[in-house]
């Protein structure tokens, strides 16, 4: 006890040694604060101003370098909110969120799979005998007679065929087309490539979409975080609403030319119907597309028949565009038929393909929005 007492009285007297050795110490002197820098100044505003627009440019150009990346992660996305409604349906039926998720993307991959191996091979069968019989379908233009004397005053159709001509003999059209051999190596790896990052970040958007806007909502204020999330998921559930809506439509169009390949007698319905319904879900340009193999495989027959499934087509297109398109669109998204074609016109100009699949949904959500937050507000006022 004595010792502890002794220890305790040294620690004390150095403790207070040492607190009067810093009360005499004196702080170093760096100087005086000079004045404070004029912000006012024109070349501090100017400095400032450049380094401001350096940083935009070098941000623009950072941007611009990975669009396509961009542009990747965008398609993922909306696929995944698109997949979304099927995910939570399954789900409902007892199993769990990672589960419905594989089974989406089975089907998903499956269809991939059976889309190649329907569509290519007669695809290309049909296009090799395409180039084989162009020369002879020109010929056949040449019986009609305001055709062959058009032809005979600027010869256009004389070109065509000899450069048809070369072309089969030389072999030498694929390879031309996409720039040489080296050009279609890497046409089809960077096709390769994009597609299956697209189906990566898909699943990962799809297995993670719930928990990612979650995590986006807690940094919404608690005082409105409930009405920011009731509206995030409407925003969700249209977007898969308008994906189920093409899924719709495109089956529609592949019925019909399904059923259009039969009664001309065209080969491989089934295969033509599948591209039909793979460009049937882009907007806009998916039946341009579509009308082109259409009348492509209908010319290998004769040009009579290509001529039939064109004006078809056509005849489709504008039904299914300004009668059933917009009222599938009104009855599911509640967005209006004008709303529809414009929004889907303007995204396309603005973004190309990305902004033809993005436009109408976010037309949706644009509406939803004015709907429950800005025309109450206005009301109120």
């Known amino acids: ?51 401001g627009a350096l940083c935009a440019i070098v941000l623009l150009r950072a941007l611009a370098s990975t669009s396509q990346i961009f542009i990747l992660i ?13 995910v939570e349906a ?34 290309v069968s049909q296009g090799s005998q395409l180039i084989n019989k162009g020369p002879e379908l020109l010929s056949q233009l040449k019986n009609n007679s305001y055709i062959n004397e058009f032809n005979t005053q600027y010869g256009i159709i ?44 898909t699943l990962y958007f799809l297995s993670s979409l719930h928990q990612a806007t979650e995590l986006g ?8 975080r409930e009405r920011v999330r009731r509206l995030t998921y409407a925003i969700i559930d249209r977007v898969g609403l308008f994906v189920g809506s093409q899924v719709i439509i495109a089956f529609m169009a592949a019925i019909y030319i399904f059923f259009l390949s039969i009664i001309l007698a065209l080969p491989s319905p089934i295969a033509i119907a599948m591209v039909v319904l793979v460009c049937g879900l882009v907007p806009l340009i998916g039946h341009f597309l579509g009308c082109g193999v259409v009348t492509i495989i209908a010319l290998t027959q004769s040009i009579t ?61 644009v509406i939803l929005i004015l709907d429950e937050v800005v025309i109450p507000k206005a009301n109120n006022e």
């Open 305 to 365: 028949i290509g001529l039939i499934a064109f004006v078809a087509y056509v005849l489709y297109v504008q039904v299914e565009n300004y009668l059933v398109t917009p009222r599938i669109m009104k009855r599911t998204l509640s967005v209006p038929g004008a709303v529809t074609i414009i929004s889907a016109m303007i995204g396309s100009s603005l973004l190309g393909l990305i902004g033809g699949l993005l436009a109408v949904p976010v037309a949706a959500a």
């Open 90 to 123: 399954i789900r409902r039926r007892g199993t769990t969120r990672s589960q419905a998720v594989a089974l989406i993307f089975i089907l998903v991959i499956a269809f991939v799979i059976f889309f190649a191996w329907v569509v290519i091979p007669p695809v």
């Open 217 to 224: 909502l807690s940094l919404v204020p608690a005082s409105r």
């Open 1 to 51: 006890m004595v010792i502890k007492a002794t220890i305790k009285k040294t620690q004390k007297k150095l403790s207070s040694s040492i607190s009067r050795k810093e009360k005499n110490v004196t702080p170093p002197d760096y100087g005086v604060m000079g004045v404070p820098i004029n912000r006012a100044n024109p070349f501090y505003f100017g400095f400032i101003a450049t380094t």
């Open 74 to 86: 965008l398609i993922a996305l909306f696929l995944a909110m698109g997949l979304n409604p099927a």
């Open 158 to 201: 004389d070109t065509l065929q000899s450069k048809l001509l070369s072309i089969t003999k030389d072999g030498t059209l694929l390879i031309s087309t996409f720039g040489g051999v080296v050009g279609v190596g890497k046409s089809v790896l960077s096709g390769t490539f994009s597609g299956l990052t697209i189906l990566i970040l």
